[in-house]
């Protein structure tokens, strides 16, 4: 900026009120106002803020009292653990951990792995229990109800599959046992089946589950245990694996969550409804909760 001047005795004096100054310069007056004065000056820019983020930022660490809840949560559904990271764990029988006995913290039965994963925003809360053909029970001795187990074999269809196959004048059932988890209120039977051999017209299979808790310090309840028909399962004239559904209150079945539980699955086949004729093919059961 040209070096101003202000003249001791201006010889241009400026008129009165206007706050203007007359300068010179190599001999030369002219009045410049006060305005136009300060639009000459230069401002520097300021400096540079430390933490622009327009640019690369280098952080050494962030301090856990800048790292608010809602920083993490907002990320929960794309969090992940996998199994490698978890260590230090201590071993747990099968029984403890069904039972929910175990004594290490560190130690979570699926129920509470799957309530974990709730909190964190996946999954829905409780667990699952599926039994494949060769996971279930055998019932063949007098402490079930239903004495006569109903035999696994390769699927006739695929051989890579293996199936329980329930008789259509004899019946026959499986066995299945778990604890309902806390907090559920409804259990869910999810079978899949179809007929060994296609019905030349459509025709019904009438299941029916027989069922007895396994008390704390209490002795095991003998049979004839607690039975009640279910819904009819539907079988079309195709030889094709169908999936059927039903879902029945805790409180119909006289049960509460956490209690410890035994159920046999059959067939009845003298229900007046049940009228497939040959094997009722099952291959999976699985029970759910809500």
Do not use: C
């Not at 310069?25 to 400096?47: C, E, R, W």
């Not at 039994?131 to 001795?141: R, T, W």
């Amino acid at each position: 900026m040209p070096d101003l001047k202000i003249s001791a005795a201006p010889p241009n004096p400026a008129p009165a009120g206007t706050d203007s100054f007359a300068t010179n310069k190599a001999g030369v007056d002219f009045q410049t106002t006060l305005t136009q004065i300060l639009s000459l000056i230069v401002f520097p820019p300021p400096p540079p803020e430390v933490n622009d983020l327009s640019a690369a930022v280098t952080w050494a660490n962030i301090p856990d009292a800048n790292v608010p809840q809602s920083a993490v949560t907002q990320h929960q559904a794309a969090l992940a653990i996998l199994r490698a990271q978890l260590t230090d764990l201590a071993t747990v029988s099968q029984a403890e951990a069904e039972a929910g006995t175990a004594t290490n913290d560190r130690i979570w039965t699926a129920e509470r792995v799957a309530q974990a994963i709730a909190a964190l925003g996946g999954g829905g809360g409780l667990p699952e229990y599926l039994y494949n053909a060769s996971d279930f029970q055998n019932p063949n001795n007098a402490d079930w109800n239903v004495q006569a187990l109903a035999p696994a074999a390769a699927d006739s269809n695929n051989a890579a599959l293996t199936v329980r196959l329930f008789d259509d004048a004899v019946a026959e059932g499986v066995g299945i046992q778990f604890r309902i988890p806390v907090g559920a209120t409804s259990m869910v039977f999810n079978a899949v089946s179809r007929a060994e051999t296609a019905p030349g017209v459509a025709a019904v299979v009438s299941p029916r589950i027989h069922f007895r808790t396994i008390g704390d310090n209490a002795a095991v309840p003998a049979p004839p245990n607690t039975q009640f028909s279910m819904n009819d399962i539907n079988i079309p004239t195709n030889e094709n694996f169908q999936y059927d559904s039903q879902t029945i209150t805790l409180a119909f079945m006289g049960l509460t969550a956490g209690d410890y539980v035994q159920f046999e699955y059959s067939r009845n086949p003298t229900h007046p409804n049940d009228d497939l004729v040959g094997d009722w093919a099952l291959l999976s059961l699985l029970m759910s909760f809500t």
